[in-house]
């Protein structure tokens, strides 16, 4: 049973390395729970190589340049790891004997399709500098646990410390919420959250300046659109690729799709693909020509067999 749960923890902790490393090296990460990041080759189907941890990964953030690796552990230890020589360069703790503190970020789910799957919660700073996301802190007192508010901060990978937090508008108390994706503007002074609308937020004061709103599907009633920032290699700085799904509320049909964002023009391109079949995983050829995603043969009677 426990070998069973350790390779299901290890697909959901570093999926988001496998989709983000570059084609040409064909690696994949892989996090375990004994502390280790598992180098494979795509090709050979081998482990080749595997870096010792300082705790359990749970969530992963690619740098800009895609040389560097931030693992998040379970315990709030902050490690980077450098992909080409394979070893920890940088490791520093997030919390301390009286502050507990807890990241709102998961690995994406490459694995379920649509907006609501795709879930990050950690922006990077193009320039290597930050890494941003939203942070909850239980602080230790002499007779109770205190549960702060969420605030969004800004940390810094250099000075290896919590730089910047704001506190959320007063409309967001709870902080932007469980499924809200990031992405930070290639000059590094915009944070544009992704929700059912895009917001954008100016990172020296962390006021909103700027909403982007998406196109609604055209038959009343059905479930938004929603887009999410991710972290593809192949995409041009300030655009976002993201799959995104629709569902009637009449007949439930589901439609997949893709949506193309220009975040400097605010234009939104919406390109339907298809109905919502029962998909694992839907990803992108590098030339954008292409999508892949598996699925399963459903037979519905002693002589139906359907495949697509």
Known sequence: ?????????????????????????????????????????E???????????????RTTALS??????????????????????????????????RNRVRIQANAPDLVNIGGNARFSGIAVDPKGRYLYTTMRNVVKDIDQFRIDPPQFVAID???????????FPKDMDQGFGFNATYKVSADGK?????????????????????????????????????????????????????????VDSIVHKGTLGLAKIDLTTRKVDYFPIGPLLPMTGFQLSPD???GYS?????????NRLTEW
């Open 190 to 246: 915009r944070l544009y959250v992704f929700q059912e609308d895009v917001l954008v937020f100016d990172l020296d004061t962390f006021k909103q300046i700027d909403k982007i709103e998406l196109a609604q599907p055209p038959y009343p009633g059905a479930s938004p659109y929603r887009l999410a920032a991710n972290d593809d290699p192949f995409d041009a700085p300030d655009t976002v690729t993201s799959v995104f799904t629709s």
């Open 1 to 41: 049973m426990r070998k069973l749960f350790l390779v299901f923890y290890c697909v959901f902790v570093c999926s988001i390395a496998a989709g983000q490393t570059p084609s040409s090296n064909q690696l994949m990460y892989v996090g375990t729970l004994d502390k280790k990041l598992l180098v494979i080759d």
């Open 294 to 302: 598996v699925v399963p043969k459903i037979s519905t009677g002693a």
């Open 288 to 290: 954008r020509k292409r």
């Open 64 to 97: 800009a340049d895609k040389k560097k690796l931030h693992i998040f552990t379970t315990q709030m230890l902050l490690e980077t790891v450098d992909l080409e020589s394979r070893k920890v360069v940088s490791s520093f703790s997030l919390a301390d004997p």
């Open 157 to 167: 990978l250099q000075e290896k410390k919590i730089a910047k937090a704001w506190p």
């Open 43 to 57: 090709a050979k189907e081998e482990v080749i190589d595997e870096v010792p941890l300082g705790g359990i990964p």
